[in-house]
């Protein structure tokens, strides 16, 4: 059964960094485009970064586009989030999803992770 696990979340300071992990099984991840998403209380679910099949080609939002970065690395079946300079506002359940393009709206990714929390917190 195709399987997405993030880990890495936790407690930080703002200015702090965090680097996120989504582990996959069940699929070959060289075939997707992998996605961070974060859903804050009482807010709607939002894409974060994504990367593509090839790891050529990007989609990020503007907020974090200076500070977080994506990458994958195919031979471990894993692909990161590492968030720099963390601010209040990032505190997020973050979750790793797969599609084919990273250009897909939210309900067309295929598979999800259970979400690991952030807290960016004084």
């Known amino acids: 059964q195709s399987q997405l696990v993030e880990s890495g979340g936790g407690l930080v300071q703002p200015g702090g960094s965090l680097r996120l992990s989504c582990a996959v099984s069940?699929?070959?991840?060289?075939?997707?485009?992998i996605g961070w998403f974060r859903q804050a209380p009482g807010k709607e679910r939002e894409g974060v970064l994504c990367?593509?099949?090839?790891?050529?080609?990007?989609k990020y939002r503007s907020s974090v586009r200076d500070r977080f970065t994506i990458s994958r690395d195919n031979a471990k079946n894993t692909v990161y989030l590492q968030m720099n300079s963390l601010k209040p506002e990032d505190t997020a359940i973050y979750y790793c999803?797969?599609?084919?393009?990273?250009?897909?709206?939210?309900?067309?990714?295929?598979?999800w992770g259970q979400g690991t929390q952030v807290t960016v917190s004084s």
């Open positions: 069940g699929f070959t991840l060289d075939y997707y485009a």
């Open positions: 999803a797969a599609s084919d393009y990273c250009h897909r709206p939210i309900t067309e990714y295929s598979y």
């Open positions: 990367i593509s099949r090839s790891g050529l080609s990007l």
